[in-house]
C-alpha cells in the first residue's frame, strides 16, 4: 500500500493481512489520527445485514503513561518527539468501530508497529466478509458462476494472492467486453475484423457507446490485461487489482442502472394501462 496516498479509509477497508506500510516523517503524524481515530465511516455491517455508519471509540487510551492526550494530533507528536517513542510501551494495538444502528456490532483492525513497520496482523468482520455482501447486489447480471468467480477474486486479493485474485476478474472483465461486443456486432458500420486484430485499449474505444465514458477515457490504465500470465507478478497484480475491480463494478452499475430504469418505465407504463382502463366509459347492458 503506497503510504504517499494513504487514505484511512483503505487502511481498515482494502490493505490486506499481513500487508506492511513503511513508516516516514510524514506519516507519523497521519497515524496518530488512524490509531485514534474517532471519526465515522461508511460500510456494510454484516451483523445489521445492510449499510451502517460506524464510528471509532476508546481507541488509543492507555498507550503512553503520563502523556495528556488532546484532540489534536500533532500537539501530541511535538510532546512525545518521535513515533518509537510514542508506542515505546506498545507495539500492538486495536482501533475500534461502532455500528450506530446498534453498538454491539463491532468492526476490530489490529496492528503491529515493529522496525518501523506497520503490519495489519487482524480484522473482524473479514474483508472477504465484507466484500461478499457489498457484491451481493451484482449477481442478478453477473449469474452464479461469474458471481462466485467475483466473491472468489476479492477473497484472494484479502489474502494478498496476485496472481490468482488478478486472473479471476480478468475473466469477468473479458466477460463484459463481449458482452458489450454481441449488443454491436449487427451494427452494418461496424468492422469485426478491426476488432478483433486490435489491442485491449483500441477495442475498449471502439465499445464507446456501450461502457461507462469513465472508463473509455481512462482504458490505458488496462493496457496490463493485454499481457500474458507468465509476464505478470504478484506485486504488479495486486496493485493494478483495485483499478480492475472498480473498472468492472462501474460496468456493472451502469447495468442496474439500465435495469432499474426499465423496471420504473414498465411501472409507468402499468400505470398508464390502469389509468386509462379506469376512464372508459361502462357499456349498459
Known amino acids: 500500500m503506497d503510504n504517499k496516498t494513504l487514505r484511512i479509509e483503505d487502511l481498515f477497508l482494502k490493505m490486506p493481512l499481513y500487508d506492511k506500510l513503511e513508516l516516514n516523517s510524514a506519516l507519523e503524524y497521519k497515524l496518530v489520527d488512524i490509531l485514534r481515530f474517532s471519526g465515522q465511516l461508511d460500510m456494510f455491517c454484516v451483523g445489521c445485514n445492510k449499510e451502517s455508519t460506524f464510528t471509532g471509540f476508546d481507541n488509543l487510551t492507555d498507550y503512553v503513561p503520563g502523556v495528556a492526550y488532546t484532540s489534536n494530533a500533532s500537539k501530541l507528536m511535538e510532546r512525545v518527539f518521535t513515533l518509537p517513542k510514542y508506542f515505546s510501551h506498545k507495539k500492538v494495538f486495536t482501533v475500534k468501530l461502532k455500528c450506530s444502528r446498534n453498538e454491539n456490532h463491532l468492526m476490530l483492525f489490529n496492528f503491529y508497529i515493529k522496525d518501523n513497520i506497520l503490519i495489519k496482523i487482524g480484522q473482524y468482520p473479514s474483508l472477504m466478509d465484507i466484500a461478499h455482501h457489498s457484491l451481493k447486489k451484482y449477481k442478478r447480471i453477473l449469474g452464479t458462476d461469474r458471481y462466485a468467480e467475483f466473491n472468489r477474486a476479492v477473497g484472494l486479493a484479502a489474502l494478498n494472492v496476485g496472481l490468482g485474485s488478478f486472473i479471476y476478474l480478468k475473466r469477468i472483465f473479458d466477460h463484459l467486453l463481449e458482452d458489450a461486443h454481441k449488443e454491436i456486432f449487427a451494427d452494418e458500420k461496424w468492422n469485426e475484423l478491426e476488432y478483433l486484430a486490435s489491442p485491449l485499449q483500441k477495442r475498449?474505444?471502439?465499445?464507446?457507446?456501450?461502457?461507462?465514458?469513465?472508463?473509455?477515457?481512462?482504458?490505458?490504465?488496462?493496457?496490463?490485461?493485454?499481457?500474458?500470465?507468465?509476464?505478470?507478478?504478484?506485486?504488479?497484480?495486486?496493485?493494478?487489482?483495485?483499478?480492475?475491480?472498480?473498472?468492472?463494478?462501474?460496468?456493472?452499475?451502469?447495468?442496474?442502472?439500465?435495469?432499474?430504469?426499465?423496471?420504473?418505465?414498465?411501472?409507468?407504463e402499468k400505470s398508464f394501462d390502469n389509468l386509462t382502463e379506469k376512464k372508459k366509459p361502462v357499456k349498459k347492458k
Request: hydrophobic letters at 40%.
Open 204 to 268: 475498449i474505444a471502439l465499445l464507446k457507446n456501450h461502457l461507462p465514458p469513465y472508463l473509455v477515457e481512462k482504458r490505458d490504465m488496462f493496457s496490463i490485461l493485454n499481457k500474458d500470465v507468465h509476464e505478470l507478478s504478484e506485486e504488479e497484480c495486486l496493485r493494478y487489482f483495485p483499478v480492475l475491480q472498480n473498472a468492472i463494478e462501474c460496468i456493472l452499475d451502469e447495468k442496474l442502472i439500465e435495469i432499474t430504469r426499465d423496471l420504473k418505465r414498465k411501472e409507468l
